[in-house]
């Protein structure tokens, strides 16, 4: 069966903020945690919130995504890949993350 990113303690409610400085334009950061701390899939995890957010979310919101702090061996490099737009644009396009 298919299995959440709650279930697997990735996502909870706590690594999620909303806010933002007026009603324009707000901001959803989502902090995640990889499964383990040389999680190989972690780039992948955090694109696909990102692009599952982006998708959902009214065009004023601001997304953020990163991994939780210390929880995987390569957290500044892959958080640095979720910030880049050419990247994210590209996992937009993706047919295989089409069906997020």
């Known amino acids: 069966g298919v299995v959440s990113l709650s279930q697997v303690q990735v996502v909870d409610e706590e690594s999620l903020e909303e806010g933002g400085e007026d009603s ?13 701390p040389h999680c190989s899939m972690a780039t992948l995890i955090g694109l696909c919130l ?9 065009s004023r919101f601001k997304i953020s995504v990163q991994i939780e702090p210390g929880t995987h061996a390569s957290e500044k490099a892959i958080n640095k890949q979720l910030r880049d737009k050419e990247r994210v644009c590209a996992a937009l396009e993706n047919k295989h993350l089409a069906g997020v």
């Not at 324009?24 to 383990?36: D, N």
């Not at 990102?50 to 009214?58: A, E, Q």
């Open 24 to 36: 324009r334009q707000s901001l959803v950061h989502i902090r995640f945690t990889p499964t383990i």
């Open 50 to 58: 990102r692009v599952k957010l982006l998708r959902s979310l009214p």
